[in-house]
C-alpha cells in the first residue's frame, strides 16, 4: 500500500507546482487577478480561469492516479464540474490528454485563444515530478484497491489563492490568512465503511524565499487502517500531547489551558463558549484544509467549527491525519445533541465519507452537515468538551 500513498504524495506536489504557476508565471498570473473594470466583458472568462486551475488540478490527480493505477480515477470526488463553455458557447470537457500539445490545444479553446497561456498551463500538467518520502516505504499495509474512493479539494481556500498576501504574520504560528492558508487536500476512505483511512495535505506556499520571491511547499500524510498508525509528523517531532496539563484536574474555568482555531463566521454563541474556554489563544484563519493543519501540526489543540458549510472533500484527509495520530474528527451536532440529552457529553460521532445527506442537492449532498471539531487528543478532547459545553446555550434539541 506504500504504492498508493507515495503516489497521492506525488500527484498532491504535481497539483501544488501547477497552483504555484498559476500565481508565478505573469501570463497565468495577468489571468488570475481582477484588475479590470466591473463592465469590462472579460469579467466572467477571469472568473472561468479561476475555476480553471481548480478544474485542472483535480483532473490531473484523477488522470494520474488512473494512470498508475488503473480504475482508481472512477472513484475520485470532488467538487468541481470539469465542462466549460467558452466565449463562444462551446462546450469543453476539461481532461489531460496523451501529450502535452494536446492539452495545450485543449486549453487553448478554454482559454478564448490564449495561447501562451494554454501552452504554459499544459508544461506544467505534463511535467515530471518526483518525490521521495523513506518513512513511506516502510508502510507495509494491504488494502484491497476495489474497497477505497478518494477526495480531493484541488485549490481548497480559493479566495486566499487570488487575492493572498505573502507577507502576512503569524500568531503563535498560525496564519489568519494569506498564501499560506493554500492547501491541496487529497484523502482516501473506504467505500464500505466510510472511514478515511489515508490523507496527504500539501501546503504549496508554506516559505517564500526573499531573494527570488519563489515559493516553497511542504506535505503532510498519514495512514490509519486496521491498526496501523503511520504519519509523516513522528510521535516526537509532531508533539501529539506536548502541552503537559493534567486535565483531570481542571475545574470547570479551565484557566485558558486549551486554544483553538475556528472562522470568522462562525456562530455567536460558539465563539462566546470558545473565547471563554481559550481566551487569547482562540484562532482565526482562512481555510477549513489550513485550520485542520493547524491542529495537525499540534499549533492548536482544537478546530471547531458549527456551520454546514465544509464538505467531504475538505475534511477527509485531514481526518486520516488525524486518526493516525490518535485523534480524529467528529460531528459536533451530534455531540451537543448527546450532551443535551445528559449523555456523554464526549460521544464519537466520528465523520463519515461515503453517504450522502438525505433530501440535499448539489454540493450540499456532501456537506459536513452537523459541523464538526477537529482533535489530536482524546483526553484533552473530553475534558474540552466539558468545559465548552457548560459555557454554551444548549437548547432543547440542536439542529
Not at 506556499?205 to 506535505?219: C, E, I, M, N, S
Not at 498508525?229 to 481542571?250: F, T
Not at 482562512?286 to 501540526?297: D, E, F, N, R, S
Not at 448527546?338 to 440535499?360: F, I, K
Request: hydrophobic letters at 40%; one cysteine or more.
Amino acid at each position: 500500500m506504500s504504492e498508493i500513498l507515495q503516489e497521492l504524495l506525488r500527484v498532491s506536489e504535481k497539483a501544488a507546482c501547477i497552483a504555484r504557476a498559476c500565481r508565478q508565471e505573469e501570463t497565468l498570473f495577468q489571468l488570475l487577478i481582477e484588475e479590470k473594470k466591473e463592465d469590462e466583458k472579460n469579467k466572467k472568462f477571469l472568473t472561468d480561469f479561476k475555476t480553471l486551475a481548480d478544474v485542472l488540478v483535480q483532473e490531473v490527480i484523477k488522470h494520474d492516479l488512473g494512470k498508475k493505477f488503473p480504475g482508481l480515477e472512477k472513484n475520485v470526488k470532488g467538487e468541481e464540474s470539469n465542462e466549460f463553455t467558452n466565449e463562444l458557447g462551446e462546450k469543453i470537457i476539461v481532461k489531460v490528454c496523451p501529450t502535452e500539445e494536446e492539452t495545450a490545444s485543449l486549453l487553448q479553446k478554454v482559454l478564448d485563444n490564449n495561447e501562451a497561456a494554454a501552452k504554459t498551463l499544459a508544461k506544467a500538467v505534463h511535467q515530471e515530478v518526483t518525490v521521495t518520502d523513506e518513512a513511506i516505504n516502510a508502510v507495509n499495509v494491504s488494502i484491497p484497491i476495489d474497497n477505497i474512493a478518494v477526495w480531493v479539494d484541488p485549490i481548497d481556500s480559493t479566495y486566499q489563492y487570488i487575492q493572498g498576501s505573502g507577507d502576512i504574520t503569524p500568531k503563535m504560528g498560525v496564519y489568519p490568512k494569506g498564501l499560506q492558508c493554500v492547501t491541496v487536500l487529497i484523502g482516501v476512505f473506504l467505500m464500505d465503511t466510510g472511514h478515511p483511512i489515508m490523507g496527504v495535505i500539501n501546503q504549496p506556499f508554506a516559505v517564500k524565499d526573499p531573494v527570488t520571491l519563489r515559493w516553497t511547499g511542504q506535505w503532510y500524510w498519514g495512514l490509519s487502517y486496521m491498526g496501523s498508525n503511520i504519519c509523516s509528523l513522528s510521535a516526537d517531532n509532531g508533539k501529539p500531547n506536548s502541552k503537559v496539563v493534567d486535565d483531570s484536574q481542571q475545574s470547570v474555568a479551565p484557566g485558558n489551558n486549551y486554544s483553538a482555531v475556528t472562522s470568522s463566521a462562525e456562530a455567536k454563541d460558539v465563539l462566546r463558549a470558545l473565547s471563554v474556554v481559550c481566551g487569547e489563544n482562540l484562532h482565526f484563519a482562512a481555510g477549513a484544509g489550513y485550520k485542520c493543519l493547524c491542529v495537525i501540526q499540534d499549533l492548536v489543540d482544537f478546530y471547531v467549527f458549527s456551520e454546514d458549510t465544509t464538505f467531504k472533500w475538505d475534511s477527509c484527509a485531514p481526518h486520516a491525519i488525524l486518526k493516525s495520530l490518535g485523534g480524529g474528527m467528529l460531528d459536533l451536532s451530534e455531540c451537543i445533541k448527546s450532551a443535551n440529552q445528559n449523555n456523554d457529553p464526549c460521544v464519537r460521532p466520528h465523520l463519515l465519507y461515503n453517504a450522502e445527506v438525505e433530501g440535499a442537492k448539489g454540493a450540499d449532498r456532501w456537506a459536513n452537515k452537523g459541523g464538526l471539531i477537529a482533535y489530536r487528543s482524546e483526553q484533552r478532547l473530553e475534558c474540552f468538551m466539558k468545559h465548552f459545553l457548560s459555557n454554551l446555550y444548549l437548547p432543547k434539541e440542536h439542529h
